[in-house]
């Protein structure tokens, strides 16, 4: 069964800074890989995934996220915190059915990003 | 482009009570499923329905119902609700294939005093 560890329920930093957000997957087969960002009282957005080719997968408003498989990880970055980053991250993992598609996702806990002046 | 219309958005149940949470999508995708959302504990899958005429339980599907009523639709019911179920419900629906992400719904966000 796959499962998900996202590391720091909170995570706070400075504007401009590097925002770095913790991944790590357990999944007996190659995984298929998400993360999602919920701004308040929303639904949540997709903001880049993994499925095959390149393991450094980029995303929106400069967010990119590395697979790295030796580590069972996927951890999501970008370099300069804006204070509009401000909001809650889910990292998702699902697994590969008929001919690449994939079907329920497993969602981590969530870390809420909080960005200071 | 309405995308995933969950109604209601807020509702407050007393215990024992029962009601069905709506969700409808325009997008003629397959794939849908409920997620309930807890402080610390991410979305967890309550049922999902791969095509139309089927749904599955996921990992937190005791105290609901489903019905994938046509293609667009799919509602979640409580038939007896209980303290526990307070919660913010997420509908989402997705494409077949590997292309396609969740388009989430706007959610629910349901009491139960």
């Known amino acids: 069964a796959q499962s998900v560890t996202q590391l720091g329920s909170h995570v706070s930093v400075s504007e401009g800074a590097l925002v770095l957000l913790r991944c790590n997957y357990s999944?007996?087969?190659?995984?298929?890989l998400f993360w999602y960002v919920q701004y308040p009282n929303q639904g949540l957005q997709l903001l880049l995934k993994?499925?095959?080719?390149?393991?450094l997968v980029k995303g929106i408003n400069g967010f990119e996220a590395e697979f790295k498989k030796s580590e069972t990880s996927f951890h999501l970055t970008k370099p300069s915190a804006h204070m509009s980053d401000a909001a809650e991250y889910f990292c998702?993992?699902?697994?590969?059915?008929?001919?690449?598609?994939?079907?329920?996702?497993?969602f981590g806990a969530g870390t809420r990003l909080a960005v200071h002046p | 482009n309405a995308g995933v219309t969950q109604t209601p958005k807020f509702q407050v149940l007393k215990t024992g009570q029962s009601m069905t949470l709506q969700c409808a999508q325009d997008?003629?995708?397959?794939?849908m499923y409920w997620y309930r959302q807890d402080p610390g504990m991410g979305l967890r899958l309550i049922y999902y329905?791969?095509?139309?005429?089927?749904?599955d339980k996921g990992e937190v599907p005791n105290g609901y119902n489903v019905s994938r009523l046509n293609k667009r639709e799919f509602s979640l019911r409580l038939e007896s609700a209980a303290p526990s179920q307070t919660s913010v419900y997420f509908c989402?629906?997705?494409?077949?294939?590997?292309?396609?992400?969740?388009?989430f719904g706007s959610g629910t966000r349901l009491t139960v005093v």
């Open positions: 993994y499925t095959t080719g390149a393991t």
């Open positions: 329905s791969a095509s139309e005429g089927t749904t």
């Open positions: 999944s007996s087969v190659p995984p298929y």
């Open positions: 989402a629906a997705k494409g077949t294939g590997g292309l396609y992400g969740y388009t």
């Open positions: 997008m003629n995708h397959n794939s």
């Open positions: 998702a993992v699902s697994l590969r059915i008929d001919f690449g598609g994939y079907n329920k996702l497993i």
